[in-house]
Nanobody, 129 residues
Framework: QVQLVESGGGSVQAGGSLRLSCAVS????????IGWLRQAPGNQREGVAV????????HYADSVKGRFTTSLDGAKNTLYLQMNSLKPEDTAVYYC??????????????????????WGQGTQVTVSL
């Protein structure tokens, strides 16, 4: 089964940047879905940015469009999340998650946490004013 290990979290002031990494061990054979989801205190887990390896297409949550970028380095089996112009409301535990699917590849489905069955342990991101 695929194993996911996140790193790169930390504390930053509003307007700053962070880059998260997700090391993918034993990636699935064939195409799969992988991405970033987050959970803030008192809130439900939500999708941030998800990618389908078959096409390379990405769906972003509206709240992060234009600020966050995800990319997959196939040679290193590592998924990245570049986060710019961070806001206090971005404070959350960020998880890397994956699934073989099948999945209807539209944002309203792809960004749903219950679509994913492999999860990393999460990394904390704290954004202060």
């Amino acid at each position: 089964q695929v194993q996911l290990v996140e790193s790169g979290g930390g504390s930053v002031q509003a307007g700053g940047s962070l880059r998260l990494s997700c090391a993918v061990s034993r990636p699935p054979y064939g195409w799969y879905f992988i991405g970033w989801l987050r959970q803030a205190p008192g809130n439900q887990r939500e999708g941030v940015a998800v990618l389908y390896t078959g096409s390379g297409t990405i769906h972003y949550a509206d709240s992060v469009k234009g600020r966050f970028t995800t990319s997959l380095d196939g040679a290193k089996n590592t998924l990245y999340l570049q986060m710019n112009s961070l806001k206090p409301e971005d404070t959350a535990v960020y998880y890397c998650a994956a699934t073989l699917g099948p999945m209807r590849w539209v944002p309203s489905v792809a960004l749903e946490p219950n679509q994913y069955n492999s999860w990393g342990q999460g990394t904390q991101v704290t954004v202060s004013l």
